[in-house]
T-cell receptor
Framework: AQTVTQSQPEMSVQEAETVTLSCTYDTSESNYYLFWYKQPPSRQMILVIRQEAYKQQNATENRFSVNFQKAAKSFSLKISDSQLGDTAMYFCAFLPLNDMRFGAGTRLTVKP | KAGVTQTPRYLIKTRGQQVTLSCSPISGHRSVSWYQQTPGQGLQFLFEYFSETQRNKGNFPGRFSGRQFSNSRSEMNVSTLELGDSALYLC????????????FGPGTRLTVT
């Protein structure tokens, strides 16, 4: 079975600090994408960052970066200089073929 | 470029009724996927349509169905509604089928009473 596990249901961080959200997945596929999506309260799901499995270099998007460990099947998201607007549910997602699998989500609260 | 749009945004139905939700993908995107989001089960894949054909289907009963039109717009239908069908239904579009980035719409919140 291809599953995605986010072991941290809730996290909080002080504004301007750094926080890391963890994600592990299980698959026998060799070609796939990994994503982090952000879902603010009552708002639309937004793509934060993506990583192609064949790329060894970790993806970076401004304050967001990932630590992709393919052998360990780990895909963590680091948010630097946290802002109040980063408060949201964060979903790790895995796309091996056609159907994207999501983790249960991590509710991140950024405190002023 | 306009994003993925879903209509209606909110729906209230009673048990036993049926409902149709609509999704318009980003212009040029040919694949549309549907997801159900509930507090208990999280985000679950329903099905994907590409070139008017269902490419893949999640583990949902046959009451859940969908279709795609030649302009890539998609509809999903749920018949004989049950209380447990209350959820946020998300549509996502991508350029092609397979391992491609998906962009999500705002969702349709369905409440079954």
């Amino acid at each position: 079975a291809q599953t995605v596990t986010q072991s941290q249901p809730e996290m909080s961080v002080q504004e301007a600090e750094t926080v890391t959200l963890s994600c592990t997945y299980d698959t026998s596929e060799s070609n796939y994408y990994l994503f982090w999506y952000k879902q603010p309260p009552s708002r639309q799901m937004i793509l934060v960052i993506r990583q192609e499995a064949y790329k060894q270099q970790n993806a970076t998007e401004n304050r967001f970066s990932v630590n992709f460990q393919k052998a360990a099947k780990s895909f963590s998201l680091k948010i630097s200089d946290s802002q109040l607007g980063d408060t949201a549910m964060y979903f790790c997602a895995f796309l091996p073929l056609n159907d994207m699998r999501f983790g249960a989500g991590t509710r991140l609260t950024v405190k002023p | 470029k306009a994003g993925v749009t879903q209509t209606p945004r909110y729906l209230i139905k009673t048990r036993g009724q049926q409902v149709t939700l609509s999704c318009s993908p980003i212009s040029g995107h040919r694949s549309v996927s549907w997801y159900q989001q509930t507090p208990g089960q999280g985000l679950q894949f329903l099905f994907e349509y590409f070139s008017e054909t269902q490419r893949n289907k999640g583990n949902f009963p046959g009451r859940f169905s969908g279709r795609q039109f030649s302009n890539s717009r998609s509809e999903m239908n749920v018949s004989t509604l049950e209380l447990g069908d209350s959820a946020l239904y998300l549509c996502a579009s991508s350029k092609e089928t397979g391992v491609y980035e998906q962009y999500f719409g705002p969702g349709t919140r369905l409440t079954v009473t």
